[in-house]
């Protein structure tokens, strides 16, 4: 069945090592790109800070070009580049002149394989984090996400948004040079080219991979815990409420996104008319998912008045409840979501498209994956729509900015 809008293209496959893949999408156009992908988790053993932390100095610093490192390197051949991060991965996406592509590689290669691990400059970004960290902590949407995070992951990572700015500044760059080594130097799992043909130089990379040995713990059910913050000149609180959910490699996977997306992924949702068009608690409600090797959940977002924390508690529970029982209660309701979510779901440009497969590859799955996806949610039917099972009670509730903000597990 015709999905109804214009899939990205499937790239070809080869196999540079055992344990390293390219992706290639052959193109032919002003610019190339480029993404690697690591399998290189957020793991306990090390400080939380260590990956956000070299990162930074993988984009500023660097032995051979020295103050602006590979970054200014890179823009004088019109190439641009960014880190991304998943709890389980480590993401180098970049994009520039195709004329210039080899050099580019090379560069990046240069700023991944001998990167400043030590010495003054060190010491400056670490402080300069801790700073960041420091001045985050004071807005209450990133302390809402930062407890939040230590209750669903802390127990299987060392979560960085939940780290005190004293502990970034104790860091000793020793913990920086043992990550790299073990994941950097040894975790590359994919490399997705778009461009006219694949240089040579792609093939230096290859010595970036090697077998790991590593354990992840499973998340297991969060702790009763209450936390109070004095916060008493907060005119909003940040909600955030955490239910448990399914992993893309679930059966039926489609529909439970087809659902998931009617209760808080568009304007129309149940949980914006419910708390935003019915009570005028907030400007906006949304339900997002969240994934990891250790656990999967969808989390509903949102600010509302600080004076009507408990009824938009209490409204957030009774349109779960709903959405539960009947996802869609009319043939229009679920046309609308099917059209918007596969809009959504499709890939505007090879920038997006490389990103995004990326990811995928980061979490295990293929771009054949995210087409049998679109495949699927674009077959289903209101008259024949599957009986899911649909969580009802949260697991982790956190309200940040209330004179005593709730912090609560539903599941203790």
């Known amino acids: 069945m015709k999905v109804g809008v214009l899939p990205p293209p499937v790239p070809r496959t080869d196999r540079m090592k055992d344990h390293l893949a390219l992706q290639y999408i052959p193109h032919k156009g002003p610019l190339a790109y480029v993404a690697a992908v690591w399998e290189a988790p957020a793991l306990r053993t090390y400080p939380a800070a260590v990956r956000r932390l ?48 080899p050099r580019a590689l090379e560069l990046l290669y240069e700023a991944v394989a001998e990167p400043v691990l030590e010495g003054p400059s060190v010491r400056l970004q670490i402080e300069r984090l801790a700073e960041a960290q420091r001045r985050a902590r004071a807005h209450l949407p990133y302390r809402a996400e930062a407890y939040l995070a230590e209750r669903l992951w802390g127990a299987s990572y060392a979560v960085f948004e939940g780290t005190a700015p004293e502990a970034i500044a104790s860091l000793e760059p020793s913990s920086l040079r043992l990550y790299w080594e073990t994941f950097l130097c040894k975790g590359l799992r994919h490399l997705v080219v778009a461009a006219p043909e694949v240089p040579r130089a792609i093939q230096r990379w290859a010595s970036l991979s090697a077998p790991l040995v590593y354990e992840i713990p499973l998340a297991t059910k969060p702790l009763a815990v209450q936390r109070i913050e004095e916060t008493t000149e907060a005119q909003q609180v940040s909600l955030r409420v955490a239910y448990p959910w399914v992993r893309p490699s679930q059966a039926q996977y489609g529909a439970y996104q087809l659902a998931l997306f009617r209760l808080g992924g568009y304007f129309g949702s149940s949980l914006m008319q419910s708390l935003r068009e019915e009570a005028g608690l907030t400007y906006g409600v949304y339900a997002r998912a969240l994934f990891a090797q250790a656990a999967a959940y969808f989390v509903i977002t949102g600010e509302v008045d600080r004076h ?35 809009l959504r779901l499709e890939v505007e440009g090879l920038s997006e498209w490389v990103s995004r497969l990326a990811h995928l590859l980061g979490r295990g799955l293929s771009a054949a994956d995210y ?32 004179p005593r903000p709730i912090f609560a597990e539903a599941c203790a």
């Open 54 to 101: 070299l990162l930074q100095l993988l984009v500023e610093d660097h032995l051979r070009y020295g103050p602006g490192g590979v970054h200014k390197a890179l823009l004088e051949l019109g190439w641009e580049w960014q880190w991304e991060t998943t709890l389980d991965s480590l993401f180098l996406v970049a994009r520039g002149l195709v004329e210039n592509f």
């Open 308 to 342: 009507r924390t408990e009824e938009a508690l209490r409204r957030i529970e009774s349109a779960v409840r709903a959405w539960s029982e009947n996802p869609f209660p009319t043939e229009e309701v679920f046309q609308e979501v099917q059209r918007s979510l596969l």
């Open 371 to 402: 087409l049998a996806q679109m495949e699927a949610i674009a077959s289903y039917r209101w008259a024949d729509w599957p009986r899911l099972s649909l969580p009802t009670e949260a697991q982790v509730t956190v309200a940040v900015g209330t």
